[in-house]
T-cell receptor, first 113, second 116 residues
């Protein structure tokens, strides 16, 4: 699976949009971009994933560049409860069950009042 | 979303004893479950992949005789830390993969193991 690069930490003001970048320049054509987050001392929570089109759900939007070498996770109106470590993971689909998730260091997002 | 539970949520044991951690998918069947370990201030490290009805596949450097994994049913996988030592103290997290192609993984809340 391709590796990802994320900034180690970011700050965001409450109520503003949080834009979290991820570089995955070695991604291959059949690999998806997944985003998870982990609030302190809890299990990771799935946020969103995409292949090449931009995606949006109730939690966030995922913008993937046309060359697929980078992506941005957007939390449109960050709240204090969005403070967490955000992980960008590239994963291929292997067989019918999907591939393993290999976690990098992630971005520690601090939402401040 | 789908729910995965772990039991116990925390456990303290003495050095040399064995500890069993359960991972259950509550509202879906999971043919594949994964076990992770996380040390303080570090990221999650994949330990092994557990497939229902077959032997687990361990990541490089993970001792299969120390970390016994059993996936006896489509909703339950167990991790047994045998002869635990203080360096095994960690946060153990499982995830479950629904039996649909490309489905995302759902994570349990984690189990905090402290070995004294």
């Amino acid at each position: 699976d391709a590796k990802t690069t994320q900034p180690p930490s970011m700050d965001c003001a409450e109520g503003r949009a949080a834009n979290l970048p991820c570089n995955h320049s070695t991604i291959s054509g059949n690999e998806y971009v997944y985003w998870y987050r982990q609030i302190h001392s809890q299990g990771p929570q799935y946020i969103i994933h995409g292949l090449k089109n931009n995606e949006t759900n109730e939690m966030a939007s995922l913008i993937i560049t046309e060359d697929r070498k980078s992506s941005t996770l957007i939390l449109p109106h960050a709240t204090l409860r969005d403070t967490a470590v955000y992980y960008c993971i590239v994963r291929g689909l292997k067989g019918n069950q999907g591939g393993k998730l290999i976690f990098g260091q992630g971005t520690e997002l601090s939402v401040k009042p | 979303g789908a729910v995965v539970s772990q039991h116990p949520s925390w456990v303290i044991c003495k050095s040399g004893t064995s500890v069993k951690i359960e991972c259950r998918s509550l509202d879906f069947q999971a043919t594949t479950m994964f076990w992770y370990r996380q040390f303080p201030k570090q990221s999650l490290m994949l330990m092994a992949t557990s497939n229902e009805g077959s032997k687990a596949t361990y990541e490089q450097g993970v001792e299969k005789d120390k970390f016994l994994i059993n996936h006896a049913s489509l909703t339950l996988s167990t991790l047994t830390v045998t002869s635990a030592h203080p360096e095994d103290s960690s946060f153990y997290i499982c995830s479950a993969l629904p039996g649909v192609p490309g489905g995302e993984q759902y994570f349990g809340p984690g189990t905090r193991l402290t070995v004294t």
